[in-house]
């Protein structure tokens, strides 16, 4: 059974003559252990998809699979619990809390999701692994673009979600820190399971993959 499967998936945003087409009956499907990059040009539709597997908004119509549940027939309470405990987003606006620090952004979480969460070392070392242990006093607005990013994807993984979503999680970041990250999406699919889709331009993170899927004006087809 597949982690995350996809079936048919139509977004349509907006009516009329101001209609868009964004996803065009979309195939999708990601096992646990396995990394998925989904590429492709801006407008392609890959945002609307990832946010559409995340239940961040839903499909015009066809059928998403969690754990072989049917996400589209879940209640609103079940969906919020599924994003809360299942999932891990890093989105292209990194999401932080322009007035909390960067270790209070972690408490928040805590307060949010009480259970499950990495442990105080386990959070230690992905805070030196991403490289951001002087940053944990600062707010957003004093990091840079790639501290930020960082910032977003340790706060996603802090909570140890099955399913990691992430959209462009390295467009900000030099080549270094993109291989360290791309192994690091590696690791946490191969030794703890996890469910990894990442959308991306960039194909030094190719090499960490296991499928690849290219997004076209809303069709999406299945290269590796
Ligand atoms: N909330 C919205 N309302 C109306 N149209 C939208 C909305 N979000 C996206 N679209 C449209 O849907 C299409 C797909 O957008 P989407 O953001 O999914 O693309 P993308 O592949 O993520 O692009 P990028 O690489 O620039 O992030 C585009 O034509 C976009 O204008
Ligand atoms: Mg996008």
């Known amino acids: 059974m597949s982690t995350i499967e996809l079936k048919n998936i139509k977004k349509i945003y907006g009516s009329g ?3 868009t087409i964004a996803l065009k009956g979309v195939d999708f499907e990601a096992e646990k252990g396995e990394v998925v990059l989904l590429e492709g040009p801006s407008g392609a539709g ?3 998809l990832l946010t559409i597997m995340g239940s961040l908004q839903k499909a015009s119509s066809g059928t998403i699979l969690f754990n072989g549940e049917n996400v589209t027939e879940f209640s609103d309470k079940q969906r919020d619990n599924l994003r809360l405990n299942k999932i891990g987003f890093v989105l292209q606006a990194y999401n932080l809390v322009p007035f909390l620090k960067v270790k209070e952004q972690f408490e928040l979480v805590n307060r949010v999701k009480k ?3 990495l442990s105080s070392d386990e959070l230690a070392d992905l805070v030196k692994l991403l490289g951001i242990e002087q940053l944990l006093n600062k707010y957003p607005n004093e990091l840079s673009g790639g501290q930020m990013q960082r910032v977003a994807i340790a706060r996603a993984l802090y909570a140890n979600p099955q399913v990691i979503l992430a959209d462009e999680p390295t467009a ?4 270094e820190r993109v291989k360290e990250v791309g192994a690091l999406f590696k690791k946490l699919a ?10 991306t331009h960039d194909q030094r993170l190719e090499a960490y993959c ?3 899927y290219d997004m076209l004006d809303g069709n999406l087809t299945k290269r590796k």
């Open 17 to 19: 003559n101001a209609q």
């Open 46 to 48: 890959k945002s609307t």
């Open 115 to 117: 259970t499950g969460n």
């Open 172 to 175: 900000s970041l030099d080549s």
């Open 190 to 199: 191969k030794k703890q399971g996890k469910a990894v889709i990442l959308v």
């Open 210 to 212: 296991d499928h690849i």
